[in-house]
C-alpha cells in the first residue's frame, strides 16, 4: 500500500476497498489538523473538522476524478467545511445575550505577550478568506495556482487578495503590539 499514489488509494476506496483509507488517513491527517487548528484555535473543534473531511472522503470518494490532484480535492473538502464551521459558528454568536457578548470580545481583543500567540491572535482577527489564503500559502503551503483552483479564480487574483490580506494582517499585528 505505501507505493500506491493518493489517486491510486482514492480509486481503491471507490471500488469499496476502505482499508486503503488508513494509508490516507496516515498521509494527511497530521497536515489537515494543523490547517484547521491554525483556523480555529481549538484543538477539538480542529480534530473534530479533521475526522469530517475523511468521513467525506469515504462518502464521496467515487465523484473523485481521475487526474486531478487529490490534496486539492481533499483540502478543497476541507475548505468547506471550515466555511460551514464559520457559518455554524457565528449563528451561534447571535443567541448570545448582549452582556455575554461585551465580555467575550474584550477578551478576545487583548492578544498575548508570546510572539507566535500574538501573530495567530492577528491571524484570528482576519477576514474569513484572507485569514484562510494566509493558512493556505504560508503554513499549509500550497501554490498559487492550486488555491486559485481551489477559490475557481484566477492566480492573479489570489496573489491579489494575498497581497492585501499580508497588509492587512500587518496592520493588526503591529497595532497589537503596541497595545501590549
Known sequence: MK?????????????????????LFDRY????????????????????LTQEVFIK?????HTFK???????????????????Y??????????????ELNISDEANSVCPANEDETLFCAISKLPDEY???IILSRFSRFKYSEIAEM?????????NKLYRALMKL????????KEQ
Open 131 to 133: 485569514r484562510e489564503l
Open 86 to 99: 464559520y457559518t455554524t459558528k457565528s449563528k451561534n454568536r447571535k443567541g448570545i445575550e448582549i452582556a
Open 151 to 159: 477559490f475557481q479564480t484566477t492566480e492573479a487574483s489570489i496573489k
Open 3 to 23: 507505493n500506491k499514489t493518493d489517486e491510486n488509494l482514492i480509486s481503491e476506496i471507490a471500488s469499496g476497498k476502505l482499508d486503503y483509507s488508513k494509508e
Open 29 to 48: 491527517h497530521k497536515q489537515l489538523l494543523n490547517y484547521f487548528y491554525r483556523s480555529t484555535r481549538n484543538l477539538h473543534d480542529s480534530k473534530d
Open 57 to 61: 472522503v469515504l462518502k464521496y470518494a
Open 66 to 84: 481521475n487526474g486531478t490532484s487529490f490534496k486539492h480535492w481533499l483540502f478543497k473538502i476541507a475548505k468547506n467545511l471550515l466555511k460551514t
Open 170 to 177: 500587518r496592520e493588526i499585528y503591529f497595532e497589537s503590539i
